[in-house]
């Protein structure tokens, strides 16, 4: 489905990975900063971390019925895809290294 992020507050980084059925590929990083909107189309697959030092603020908008909707978490250790888990995505939120 198609979601909308209204960045309002600092900004954050959404990495968009390639669209491929059985592996994860280089993702292509794009960064944001308050304010902005960005639009993600159907079966975007994406990460989104805030890659600054200070707090950030956006509101995601999925333009459908996100809880009835099939969707994956992809184990990056393995580089494949689980049935999504909101415990274990949840649980997957970490600090990304700084470059």
């Known amino acids: 489905m198609d979601a ?3 960045i309002y507050k600092g900004g954050e980084t959404n990495f968009i990975y390639p ?13 944001s900063t308050a304010p902005t ?18 707090r950030s603020g956006a509101l995601h908008v999925y333009l459908g ?3 009835a909707t099939h969707r994956q978490l992809w184990d990056l250790q393995s580089n494949q ?7 274990r995505y949840l ?7 700084q470059s």
């Open 4 to 6: 909308l992020i209204g």
């Open 19 to 31: 669209d491929a059925a059985s592996k994860l590929d280089a993702p292509q990083r794009q960064d």
């Open 37 to 54: 909107v960005l639009h993600l189309p159907p079966h975007t697959m994406h990460s989104v971390a805030n890659t600054g030092s200070a």
């Open 65 to 67: 019925d996100l809880p």
């Open 81 to 87: 895809a689980e049935p999504f888990d909101n415990d």
């Open 91 to 97: 649980a997957g939120a970490q600090p990304i290294e």
